[in-house]
């Protein structure tokens, strides 16, 4: 009954009357709205506080040290990690710049790697005796816009302990292998030479291809004594002015048989125009061209070609070493992996062809100990290119 009464009620109310109750129904209505709003607003509020908090409990509990810097290279934020690492006070550094984070001197090695701009890389970094710490940087982009750059420090000490370890037994074991080898070799060479009595055609056979087989095992051998050298950083450069006709004229001879007796064309192109002195280590630069061209006849059939030219850019002041052969090719998926160690890419691996997969990452740290760079172009079944540079 109530509603009729209702109804009643209202068509007498005069329209005078009508108007300050709509008003404020309105005003009711507005305010509810209001405070389902504000109601909402503090929801989300507690949920980005609560969102906020969580990140923050991430990077304050991470295993790893992080360092945020803010759009103007500021830093914004660092984490109780990175702070053990420099033994350091967040009030101390907070807000403060590169330049003005360098000042600090337990910062000053980690700032000096960082550079002005934080541009992204990853790096090793020896803090003191006993803490090594792996650099990366990772540049933080909102909407396609860079809002700073977060800097991760990992500690490596253990691996690189593991890592000495491993190349110290790799160098013992090597060592120990090498007087062996070489005393079985200058026996089967001397009975071969026939300095021990006469010896018959078949077992000259047998003599050779174990002679060949001692061979291999001694470049092996010479291969990770070199490798361990280079990891140790004792691989050590004695550099002198040389000629590089010369050097790369040695190496072809010494290779000649072995394309001739694989019957693959091999050619050397002396440039016309004369070449001036180079500062190397002639004796390991001759080992890193030895590896190319060693390679390039190694991984072309009987029929193919290799072809070893040498440039001089007198604009660019240095020399451009190349050797194109039409051999196997790498595989393209494979060829960022190429100057790693122990690589051997598959298509080599089916041709079943000999290989220690150490050659190029020696080439790789030779030619750059000299400041050169070392590349190559490579198409399966077509055929490689590898190039060097040298200063000159
Ligand atoms: P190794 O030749 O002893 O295996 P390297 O480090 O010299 O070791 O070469 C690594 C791998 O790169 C080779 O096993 C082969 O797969 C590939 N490679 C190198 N040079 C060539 C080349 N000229 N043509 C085709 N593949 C090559």
């Known amino acids: 009954m109530a509603p009729k009464l ?3 009620k209202n068509q007498t109310e005069s329209p005078e009357e009508e108007t300050p109750k709509k008003e404020f129904e309105e005003l009711r209505g507005t305010r509810e709205a209001l405070l389902n709003i504000l109601e909402d607003v503090e929801e989300a509020r507690k949920e980005a506080e609560e969102e906020r908090d969580k990140t923050l409990a991430i990077i304050e509990n991470f295993p790893e040290g992080l360092l945020f810097f803010g759009g103007e290279n500021e830093l914004s934020s660092i984490n109780p990690k990175a ?6 006070e967040p009030e101390n550094i907070l807000g403060k710049d590169i330049g003005a984070l360098r000042k600090i001197s337990s910062l000053q090695p980690l700032m000096e790697i960082l550079g002005e701009e934080l541009e992204v890389y990853q790096k090793e970094l020896k803090i003191r005796e006993g803490l090594v710490l792996e650099v990366s ?4 982009t909102s909407a396609e816009e860079k809002v700073g750059a977060l800097v991760i420090l990992r500690d490596v000490t253990r691996e690189k302990i593991i890592e000495r370890l491993k190349t110290e037994f790799v160098s013992i074991a090597a060592h120990q292998l090498r007087t062996p080898l070489s005393a079985i070799k200058w026996t089967l ?10 010896i018959q055609q078949e077992q000259r056979k047998f003599l050779e291809g174990t002679y060949g087989s001692n061979e291999r095992m001694i470049k092996l051998i010479n291969d990770l004594l070199n490798v361990t050298r280079i ?3 004792r691989f050590l450069y004695d550099i002198k002015s040389q000629d590089i006709i010369d050097i790369v004229k ?3 001879d010494s290779l000649k048989q072995i394309a001739k007796r694989k019957r693959v064309k091999f050619s050397f192109k002396i440039p016309k125009k004369e ?3 180079v500062e190397v280590d002639s004796e390991k ?8 061209v060693d390679n390039a006849i190694h991984y072309t059939k009987s029929g193919g070609e290799v072809k070893v030219s040498l440039s001089y850019s007198k604009k660019e002041k240095q020399i451009l070493f190349s050797v194109k052969d039409t051999g196997i090719g790498i595989p393209k998926e494979q060829q960022r992996r190429v100057f790693t160690r122990f690589f051997r890419a598959a298509n080599a691996i089916r041709a079943e062809t000999e290989g220690t997969g150490l050659g190029l990452f020696i080439a790789k740290n030779i030619v750059e100990a000299h400041g050169g760079k070392i590349w190559f172009e490579s198409v399966e079944n077509k055929g490689t290119t590898f190039y060097f540079t040298l200063r000159a």
């Open 231 to 233: 990891e140790e950083g």
């Open 83 to 88: 702070r053990d690492f420099f033994n350091l």
């Open 250 to 252: 040695k190496v072809i």
């Open 137 to 140: 940087t990772i540049a933080i």
């Open 189 to 198: 060479r001397m009975i071969l030479d026939g300095d021990l009595g006469e």
């Open 275 to 277: 070449i001036p002195q």
């Open 6 to 8: 209702n109804k009643i």
């Open 285 to 292: 630069i001759s080992l890193a061209i030895q590896n190319l």
